[in-house]
């Protein structure tokens, strides 16, 4: 299994990047939470799962070791998929998914291709294993809350018809400085689109 890359965003597609190591492009899945993380920087590392088909082996990418492990945490329950669980991811910070379980609120959790029952299955299974390891629920630094702000934003273009990779280049190109919310990031986002 492959852990990590390290490399270059060269492109943000419609549902990941693709991702330069060493002169070899990687298409690597991600959540937008994830690309708006790692898009226009030159030396990141991807943390991945690689999930292997009869008919084809794709590479799924998270900017953190959280992400990664809570993905997989959503890959037990039956019915998630790693598309499903990507899809999930796109919806918010890890930290704020966990939330969610623990309060059971099914409408953070709903996503493309995951359905009402599938969102109760989740909140089923995973409540008691996240209350039992004690989690932290709350984003710890500001980065976090970054990151959060421009995935909003993202979602808010994409919601307004923009398709995702144009979205997360706009949003890119707005320089996040203090307290930016998302409505901040978005109007900003919007003078490069028009």
Known sequence: ??????????????????????????????????????????????????????????????????????????????????????????????????AAIIDGDEDVLKAPGIGKKTVQKIILELKDKLIKEGVDVVPSNSSDSDAQAKSDAVLALVSLGYDRSTAAKAVNKVEVTGDMEAEDILKLALKHLL
């Not at 298409?27 to 920087?41: H, Q, R």
């Not at 030159?42 to 070791?65: C, I, K, P, W």
């Open 1 to 98: 299994m492959i852990g990590y890359i390290k490399g270059k965003v060269v492109d943000i597609l419609d549902n990941g990047v693709l991702f330069d190591h060493d002169g070899v492009g990687f298409i690597i899945f991600t959540s937008s939470t994830t690309a708006a993380a790692l898009s226009g920087k030159e030396d990141v590392t991807v943390y991945t799962y690689l999930n292997v088909r009869e008919d084809a082996m794709e590479l799924y990418g998270f900017a953190s070791l959280d992400e990664r492990e809570f993905f997989i945490k959503l890959l037990t329950v039956n019915g998630v998929g790693p598309k499903g669980g990507i899809n999930i991811l796109s919806n918010g910070s890890v930290s704020t998914l966990k």
